[in-house]
């Protein structure tokens, strides 16, 4: 059985891990799945230390060959179809190929379905878009809110899911673009509040500002670091902090502005 | 109306559902997991709520319902293929604390410095409660499979290597 040349295998295994962690996995998990497509190729020996900004990674047979690479991941969003997506194509290929040791997986298959797993969107943008809208309203509905409330909350969770979209177009920083999108949650909100009568803006504020907290990051946060990883965790909680401190400025600056300007 | 089995219950419960609904649909899953995600979203709500009529209080509540539907997510996530942190993500995000957050920032502006550091106080309060439930759930998990690891395998998991050089020399 011919072995997988050491260098496309250590690409690929790279791909596996950027993609993950590009769509903002656990480094725990990025390490692991990294480690076993390595295991799969036959490099058993293969070391691999991924932080929330880069990946370091060695792969080596544990004899005479070995290659180590770095890759800084740069944007990161979070996209929890795709770490589904790449982890099932990987438990999936590792009980098809692997444990049996039938053979090796096909490199270019593997390649192939991560370009497609990269590459497809589950659902259209306007459809996501329409989702953030019934997020926002149902939240406005849980915390109390009338039926004409949920009608104003889904028109602003759809008004902020599009703009934190075209946000996204320009690469901000997370930070920035959660400022942004909570600034732009009570413009909206004030804005429907001087044509709609009868609406408590409370409620239609907390609905829009649940579309933005930084679940996810918390989540990682205490999962890297139960898992070991202190350096990733102490980064996603400060991440996790850093975001709520952005939306709590945000819907304060907007709130100031709004009553400078002589709104209500 | 003693007790918290009523329609407004359930109400909030399908709230919480289709809430989480169109979370994971804005995460981009699809499928029957967004179903289960949905439902595990809707149980940690509906448990916050009954488990606050009875014992009266924010922070047990909290720490009781999250700890429930961390283990539905570890259970359920191994069920459909999914990663339990993908579950995890989704399903806590009724309980995050952003009504406190807004709240805080309200009384700040609006000069009430004590109602402020109040809310303030609840934000800290109920994310770290939340955080501490699941970190009890995920390293219980943990334990259980390093248990379960060294219980099943002499060796070490990795080592495929072996078999693959004993298949080669047949």
Known sequence: MSKIEI?????????VGRILLASGSTTNRVETMMLKVANCFGYPKTHAFVTP???FLTVSDGKSEHRT??????????????????????????K?????SQGKMSISKLKAELYRVDHTRNWPTWVQIFAGGATSGFFCLLYGGSWLEFAVAYAVGVLVSLSVYLLGKLRLT????????AMLIVLFTKMFDVWVPYIKIDN????????????????????????????SGMAKAVEAIFNAVAIATGTGVMFKIWTLLGGA | MNHPFNYLTLMQFCWSCCSIIGFSIRMNLRGIKVLFIALGAG????????????????????????????????????????PVSVFVTCVIIPLVPGSSLFYA?????????????????????????????????????????????????????????DLMDKDNKK
């Open chain 2, 43 to 82: 149980l940690n709500w509906g448990t916050y709520l009954v488990i606050l009529h009875y014992s009266k209080s924010l922070l047990l509540s909290v720490f009781l319902s999250t700890l429930l539907v961390c283990i539905y997510c570890e259970i359920v996530a191994r069920m459909v293929h999914t």
């Open chain 1, 69 to 94: 690479q770095i890759y800084r991941v740069e944007s990161r969003q979070m996209n929890l179809g795709k770490i589904t997506a790449v982890s099932s194509l990987i438990d999936a290929m590792v």
């Open chain 1, 174 to 181: 997370l930070y920035l673009a959660n400022l942004v999108g």
């Open chain 2, 105 to 161: 920032m309200r009384s700040f502006l609006e000069g009430d410095r004590v109602q402020a550091s109040h809310h303030i106080a609840y934000v800290f309060l109920i994310g770290v409660t939340i955080a501490m439930a699941i970190a009890v759930v995920s390293s219980f998990t943990l334990l259980g499979k390093r248990i379960a690891r060294s219980a099943a395998a002499a060796g070490d998991q990795f080592d495929v290597a």
């Open chain 1, 7 to 15: 260098k496309e295998a250590s690409d690929v295994i790279l791909e």
């Open chain 1, 204 to 231: 239609i504020i907390i609905g829009g500002i649940m579309l933005l907290v930084p679940g996810l990051a918390m989540v990682n946060a205490i999962r890297d670091t139960m898992s070991g990883d202190l350096v």
């Open chain 1, 53 to 55: 900004t880069g990946i």
């Open chain 1, 96 to 100: 098809a190929h692997c444990d049996t």
